[in-house]
C-alpha cells in the first residue's frame, strides 16, 4: 500500500473538514457536537501525517513493522475518526463505543512503529 498518497488523501480530507466544521456546522451542531467532529479532525490530520512518516521510514530503512504501523494508522483513522463523524451528525451516541478500536488501533500503530523503527534501523547508516 502506498501509504504517502493515502496519508497526502487522509491530509487534503481532514483539512477539508476541518474547514468544513469551522464554517458550516458552526450554527448546525451544538458546541459539544462540534468539538467531537473537530477532534476526529484533528486525529484524522495527525495520523495522515504519521502515514507520510511511515513511507518515508520504510523507503529509508524497509522494516515489515512499517507497513503495519501504517494499517493500523488507516484502520484507526476510519474507525476513531469516521465514528466521531458519525456521532457529530447523527447525534447517536453508540457510535461512541467504536472510537475507542480506532484509539487502540493508534496507540498500537505506534507501538509498532517504534518497535519497527528500532529493528529496521530508521536514522542508522548501512555499513
Not at 448546525?28 to 501525517?49: C, D, K, M, N, V
Not at 511511515?54 to 515489515?64: E, F, S, T
Not at 463523524?85 to 498500537?108: E, M, S
Request: glycine letters at 12%; a positive charge; hydrophobic letters at 55%.
Amino acid at each position: 500500500m502506498r501509504f504517502d498518497v493515502l496519508g497526502a488523501a487522509s491530509a487534503a480530507i481532514a483539512v477539508a473538514a476541518g474547514a468544513f466544521g469551522a464554517h458550516a456546522l458552526r450554527d448546525r451542531l451544538e458546541p459539544s457536537l462540534l468539538a467531537t467532529f473537530e477532534t476526529g479532525a484533528r486525529y484524522q490530520f495527525l495520523h495522515a501525517l504519521a502515514m507520510i512518516l511511515v513511507a518515508l521510514a520504510n523507503d529509508r530503512r524497509p522494516a515489515r513493522g512499517f507497513p503495519v504501523a501504517g494499517t493500523l494508522f488507516a484502520v484507526g483513522t476510519v474507525l476513531f475518526s469516521g465514528s466521531l463523524y458519525a456521532l457529530a451528525f447523527t447525534g447517536v451516541r453508540a457510535w461512541g463505543a467504536v472510537t475507542p478500536f480506532g484509539g487502540l488501533c493508534f496507540i498500537t500503530g505506534w507501538l509498532v512503529f517504534a518497535v519497527a523503527s528500532a529493528r529496521g534501523g530508521v536514522g542508522r547508516t548501512s555499513t
